[in-house]
């Protein structure tokens, strides 16, 4: 039984193996001559052609010049007679005549000259001809011709290591070609995987900034209704995290509003390079006037106070939000730029500053929910 295995083995091996070498001589050249020609240049190429012919018909016509026709006994009279019928014959008639004859007889060498051109192996074959006369079997063939780099000969290289098993060398480069087409395919997949968790993470970042817009929306609509209702005061200004507000006052600045700290902010800090050191809202404080009034720092691990000066009417004040390094949104809102872009968020805080510093100006300061004097906005 062994013995039958090994037979048919043999057998596989011979008839496949010399199958693929045959496919290679007939059809390789085929392929090649296909993928060098042009398609749109067969009409052209068809024209021409029979040219060549003509070349062979007057080499021809010499030959057959140097007979002298007119010594033959049959050939001699009918060539007289045929002279006498073509003198009688217009000579405009025997030219257009000819042009026709000649015409008709290089159409049909066109024809003929066609036909070989979609022949497969023929020496004047052509692929655009081909594809315009014979467009079943040229969709047939088309498979193979945008294939570029694959011919039967790369195929029997490939496959004859594994018909000769016994060759260790020619199998181990097959090995080693498979492991690197796996590696390569592998290495692709860590690709795309790394762009997907990427698109993701993009998406998930995105969609929480979108979360914090509308909270943001939500907390600034609530404030207006509150201002339509003449009680609007600091207390809302919250919207984004803890925050204090400092007038500056000379070589000084003073805390004026406090709402959701620890309260150890200090009520006034001198203006002096120590504390400029120390505090983000004495450092924007002593900034020149033409430059970005921004700053932040770090008053122990984990909390973050950013400072932002503003022109509020008569005074100057310095905003400070409070918050913990793990308060995504006020991080997002105050100190990102990569999605939101936080000067908008500081021209809100600051927009409402003037508002209320305007309302205190005119002696209109926020009444405090509850107030009999509240009137409700109509909010539909």
């Given at each position: 039984?062994?013995?039958?295995?090994?037979?048919?083995?043999?057998?596989?091996k011979i008839n496949y193996h010399s199958f693929i070498s045959e496919l290679k001589s007939v059809f390789d050249p085929i392929l090649l001559t296909m993928?060098?020609?042009?398609?749109?240049?067969?009409r052209g190429q068809a024209w021409r052609g029979p040219l060549?012919?003509?070349?062979?018909?007057?080499?021809?016509?010499?030959?057959?010049?140097?007979i002298g026709w007119g010594s033959l006994p049959i050939v001699g009279p009918g060539l007289l007679i045929a002279g006498g019928l073509i003198a009688t014959i217009p000579v405009w008639l025997i030219a257009f005549l000819t042009v026709s004859i000649l015409f008709l007889v290089y159409f049909i060498m066109v024809m003929s000259y066609t036909k070989e051109m979609t022949t497969i192996g023929h020496v004047n074959f052509h692929i655009g001809a081909f594809k315009?006369?014979?467009?079943?079997?040229?969709?047939?063939?088309?498979?193979?011709?945008?294939?570029?780099?694959?011919?039967?000969?790369?195929?029997?290289?490939?496959?004859?290591?594994?018909?000769?098993?016994?060759?260790?060398?020619?199998?181990?480069?097959?090995?080693?070609?498979?492991?690197?087409?796996?590696?390569?395919?592998?290495?692709?997949n860590e690709q795309f995987r790394s762009a997907r968790d990427f698109l993701q993470a993009e998406?998930?970042?995105?969609?929480?900034?979108?979360?914090?817009?509308?909270d943001l929306i939500k907390a600034i609509n609530k404030s207006l209704y509150r201002l339509v209702n003449d009680c609007m005061n600091f207390y809302e200004l919250d919207f984004v995290c803890a925050y204090t507000i400092y007038r500056v006052d000379g070589d000084v600045i003073r805390k004026i509003q406090d709402k959701g700290t620890t309260g150890a902010s200090p009520d006034t800090i001198a203006l002096t390079e120590v504390n400029a050191n120390r505090?983000?809202?004495?450092?924007?404080?002593?900034?020149?006037?033409?430059?970005?009034?921004?700053?932040y720092n770090n008053p122990f691990p984990g909390r973050t106070v950013a400072s932002y000066r503003m022109r509020v009417l008569d005074?100057?004040?310095i905003w400070n939000f409070h918050f913990d390094d793990s308060n995504d949104k006020a991080l997002k809102l105050t100190l990102s730029n990569d999605i939101i872009e936080i000067r908008e968020v500081y021209r809100l805080v600051h927009a409402f500053c003037l508002v209320l510093r305007k309302r205190e100006i005119e002696g209109r300061e926020g009444i405090h929910d509850g107030s009999s004097t509240s009137q409700a906005a109509n909010q539909n």
């Open positions: 039984m062994g013995n039958v295995v090994i037979y048919l083995h043999d057998e596989t993928r060098s020609q042009d398609a749109s240049m067969w060549q012919s003509f070349k062979g018909l007057i080499r021809s016509a010499g030959v057959l010049g140097k315009a006369k014979r467009p079943m079997e040229y969709k047939l063939w088309a498979t193979f011709l945008y294939k570029q780099n694959a011919n039967f000969e790369g195929l029997l290289n490939f496959i004859t290591p594994i018909f000769n098993p016994n060759e260790g060398v020619a199998v181990k480069s097959v090995i080693e070609y498979t492991k690197g087409h796996v590696d390569a395919i592998r290495s692709e998406v998930e970042k995105h969609e929480q900034a979108i979360g914090y817009l509308i505090y983000a809202s004495v450092y924007v404080a002593m900034l020149p006037e033409d430059e970005d009034g921004f700053s005074q100057t004040w």
